[in-house]
């Protein structure tokens, strides 16, 4: 152990080779130990609604006009503290806007560029020099160091400032210089972000979200089950597939695939077109604002049942051959009568809404025609070799999992599977049984191995099971007895559409429960919290956010547009700092523009859940326990250094 000890010693002192670099090093680290925590900032069930992600992603949830109240108070009125934190949104946007109005422009910029200045020196304030110094926009990066830091050694203070902005205004940079300052200070609110999950479906820009993600200086993400359809989608699997096809058709979002993936949909179109001609495709309207009928519009109701019909039949397939999970009583084609346009379901007939079927062969109604076989062909080498959804999905598989432990938060997106009575339920995955955390790394490694596997079965598996993690009743991220996707088209009645959810989700206020899921993941109950999102919080109805006293936080609020009716509000997020927690509600977003002409914020309300008496500091945190053993490390070379086993490199 001693000579293990003395070769760690060695590969360390190559780094600090002297005792004063390993001793300033010691002092520097001390140095972060003592600085406020950075922010944490919490996002939830996205939903491809970029407008409205980038706009609290920019506002970090009301923290950048909080540093603005923090510098100016009472100094500067509502309007205009508005007014500057539209600026810092949108700078570029505001002022091609201000531009037509404003007379001196030149009066316009110092002033503003002092004010913006103000800030970004509040929002550095908690950060050492060389973490600022990383931060800062590489074409102004000496000027705004400049600008930001308090330089003693000046003696006229105001005029050394003055003659800098002065030279920005005076070389035609003022503009630039404002873009980039703005952008600081949005990048030095938030120091690091959390995705709760289902970035994708159901809104317009998923892969907008996805490239702006791919930029973002720190993050974490913990997969949602409609993320989770997209990689399995990408690595091949046709259940994950025809189900993300679906939805994009349903929610009118094909665009999504054309345009944002270039995945070629003509050939499913053209056979959706000809299979379907002379059917309405009732059952299968768009959850989209009405509009007139358009040629588009009755094309897309028929690439929506066409897909859907194909999703059936690929999902029997993928439960006849994996017969592990249990999921014989989903598999519904063959429990039709074509004759009648009946289907039994639990013991009991019932009337099915549409009956046109041409594809479907009674004797065996899980194969796939030619044409449908060719269709799924397309899509699946589409997915498999479209370069942009690859990145993404290789991104989400770097930066993610399905779940996290960070500053004694457990951060998951959907449920831990319980037993009626609370206690963690045994789960099946390929003829083992695993619960709680081990349930999450067994299907997270799964997951990884559907894109990484060498062996075939293996990847296969992979594969396969990221279909499984999308819709069945034991996967964490679904979480309910089924997904009632058929009964929903075909059936009228509606006590089959109910999908039951797990015990879990009744048992969020029982604080035995809680604690032994944070036991678990290895947390202490005493200071930890759960935070999840996935079931959408109804708060028109009264519903709380806050369970069990605190330890649970579901943040699912309504992000996307298609949930707010439910909801009540547009999406709940949530802000860490040093000072505690605080869980921030917000109003829909109109639009982009209204945010920069009529500089609407997203009108938000916030409830603070945790504060502390004592500021939280870097040392309390993870980044803190991992700085604290760099030191000890560190401390062990200088005692080396100085009682001669280890000889300094001079």
């Known amino acids: 152990m001693k000579e293990l000890e003395t070769r760690y010693l060695e590969r360390l002192s190559d780094l600090y080779p002297t005792i004063a670099a390993a001793s300033t090093e010691i002092i520097n680290l001390q140095a972060i130990l003592n600085l406020p925590k950075g922010t944490e900032h919490f996002l939830t069930d996205i939903h491809g609604e970029y407008e409205a992600f980038s706009h609290v992603l920019k506002n970090g949830s009301g923290a950048v006009r909080k540093k603005i109240d923090d510098v100016f108070g009472n100094a500067m009125s509502h309007r205009d503290k508005q007014a500057l934190a539209t600026l810092i949104y949108y700078p570029r946007a505001k002022m091609d806007m201000i531009r037509q109005t404003e007379s001196n422009m030149e009066d316009w910029y110092r002033v503003h560029l002092y004010l913006l200045i103000e800030v970004a020196k509040r929002a550095a304030s908690k950060y050492t020099r060389s973490k600022v110094r990383k931060a800062l926009p590489k074409d102004f990066a000496y000027v705004i160091e400049e600008l930001i830091t308090e330089k003693a050694e000046v003696n006229d203070k105001e005029s050394y400032y003055n003659e800098i902005i002065s030279t920005i205004i005076r070389i035609g940079r003022a503009e630039q210089f404002i873009e980039a300052i703005s952008e600081l200070i949005q990048r030095l609110v938030v120091d690091h972000l959390h995705i709760l999950g289902d970035i994708y479906d159901r809104g317009p820009g998923p892969h907008i979200i996805m490239d702006k993600l791919m930029t973002y200086h720190s993050l974490d993400i913990q997969w949602g089950n409609h993320d989770i359809l997209w990689m399995g989608a990408a690595a091949g699997q046709r259940g994950c597939i025809a189900n993300a096809v679906r939805i994009c058709a349903r929610y009118g979002n094909l665009d999504i695939l054309e345009d944002g993936y270039g995945i070629n949909l003509l050939p499913l179109a053209t056979f959706a077109l000809r299979t379907y001609e002379d059917d309405p495709c009732v059952c299968f309207k768009l959850k989209v604002p009405e509009r007139p009928k358009s040629e588009e519009s009755e094309m897309n109701l028929r690439i929506h049942k066409a897909i859907s019909v194909i999703q059936f039949k690929v999902e ?178 509606k006590e089959t559409h109910e999908e039951k959810k797990n015990p879990y989700y009744r048992l969020l206020e029982n604080e035995t429960v809680i604690d032994g899921i944070l036991r678990e993941f290895g947390l202490d109950p005493e200071d930890a919290h759960i935070v999840n999102g996935h079931v959408p919080v109804k708060s028109k109805d009264g519903e709380n956010p806050i369970k069990c006293g605190g330890k649970v936080m579901v943040i699912d609020g309504g992000f996307s547009r298609a949930y707010q009716k439910e909801t009540g509000i547009a999406g709940y997020t949530l802000i860490y700092n040093s000072y505690g927690l605080r869980l921030v509600a917000h109003e829909p977003f109109e639009s982009r523009e209204a945010a920069i002409v009529k500089e609407n914020d997203i009108h938000s309300e916030t409830v603070v859940i945790q504060r502390v008496f004592d500021r939280k500091l870097v040392g309390d945190t993870d980044v803190g326990r991992d700085l604290k053993e760099q030191v000890q490390d560190l401390e062990r070379l200088l005692a080396a250094y100085r009682n001669g086993e280890i000889i300094e490199k001079l």
């Open 316 to 493: 029997g397939q993928i439960i006849r051959r994996q017969k592990g999970f249990h999921l014989e009583n989903r598999a519904l084609l063959h429990r039709i009568d074509y004759e009648k346009g009946t289907i039994e379901l639990d013991g009991k007939e019932y009337k099915l809404l549409d009956t046109n079927f041409p594809t479907i062969d009674p004797e065996d109604p899980y194969a796939l025609t030619a044409e449908e076989e060719e269709v799924m062909e397309r899509l699946e080498k589409a997915f498999l070799h479209c370069e942009k959804l690859q990145k993404h999905m290789r991104f989400l598989l770097a930066k993610g999992g399905l779940y996290k432990v960070y500053n004694d938060n457990l951060l998951y997106h959907g449920c831990v599977p319980l037993n009626e009575d609370g206690t963690l339920k045994e789960v099946e995955i390929f003829g083992k049984r695993y619960r709680g955390r081990e349930l999450y790394d067994t299907l997270d490694s799964y997951v990884r191995k559907g894109f990484f596997a060498l062996d075939e079965k293996e990847r296969q598996d992979g594969s396969d099971i990221m279909w499984y993690i999308w819709l069945h009743p034991d996967s964490p991220l679904f979480g309910k007895n089924k997904m009632a996707t058929f009964e929903r088209y075909f059936l009228a009645e």
